[in-house]
């Protein structure tokens, strides 16, 4: 019996494949599952698992039409009907789809009560207060409205803190690293690649990796932009936590 797990993300696409002890037969990656830009029915999502699910097979040495007996599928801001998923993975008997959040808590929990926050291109924070409960969820509301603490939004906040650094005709820490990292000329440059699509999310927020290699380990004696940055972050994933902990009985929540 051939089962398989894929996580679709707003970076890339996971796929494993596994037989019924657990053991894992082959891994393959595909593009980004997300809508972002994209009509619902524009099928990026079907193609991306797809690739993602033909690498994992291949990688097993499988065919690409062996089926499947069971799929599990964890998609980038889904909210839709779990039982939808057979359109993402046809070869599957069984098959279900749900928010990436979700598939991240069985893989941290294992069903059990607790919270887990995810913090990569995007942010989101999911939990839920027995094994068997339904999952609380916090965030996840896309790059525009939120995803505060996320990768992309700790490159947002750092180019926008040396924008406003820009404005008032001040020096800025991030605005130089910022235009070394993207080989920009000025910060107008990275606000019109990105506004073009010429600059990726994904590509704007590996920034922050730079960001956070900048920020001290403890408060600064004087301003460092990346240390407030970085703290503004850690708030957000921490705000994301305590919004699912206000709303899951507090008594049987594994701390």
Do not use: C
Not at 235 to 244: E, N, S, W
Request: aromatic share 6%.
């Amino acid at each position: 019996m051939l089962v398989a797990g894929v996580d679709g993300g707003q970076s890339s696409t996971r796929a494993a494949i596994g037989d019924a002890g657990g053991r894992i037969l082959g891994r393959g990656t595909g593009p980004a599952a997300d809508l972002v830009g994209e009509p619902r029915d524009s099928g990026r999502q079907r193609a991306a698992i797809a690739r993602a699910l033909g690498a994992a097979k291949e990688a097993a040495g499988l065919t690409a039409d062996v089926p499947l007996a069971a799929a599990v599928i964890g998609l980038t801001g889904y909210d839709g009907d779990p039982r939808n998923a057979h359109e993402f993975a046809p070869s599957a008997d069984t098959a279900v789809v749900v928010h990436d959040a979700v598939v991240a808590h069985a893989g941290a929990l294992a069903g059990e009560a607790g919270i887990v926050v995810l913090a990569g291109t995007g942010s989101v924070a999911v939990g839920i207060a027995e094994r068997g409960a339904p999952y609380v969820r916090a965030g996840g509301w896309g790059y525009f409205f939120g995803d505060r603490g996320s990768a992309l939004g700790i490159a947002r906040e750092a180019i926008a803190w040396a924008m406003g650094a820009a404005d008032r005709g001040e020096p800025s820490q991030l605005g130089a690293a910022a235009l070394r990292f993207f080989g920009a000329a000025n910060l107008h440059d990275i606000q019109n690649a990105f506004a073009h699509g010429d600059l990726s999310r994904p590509a704007l927020a590996a920034f922050a990796e730079q960001v956070l290699a900048m920020a001290p380990s403890e408060r600064p004696s004087v301003p460092i932009e990346a240390w407030f940055v970085r703290t503004i972050a850690a708030g957000d994933l921490a705000a994301l936590a305590r919004a699912i902990d206000g709303r899951l009985p507090p008594t049987t929540v594994r701390r």
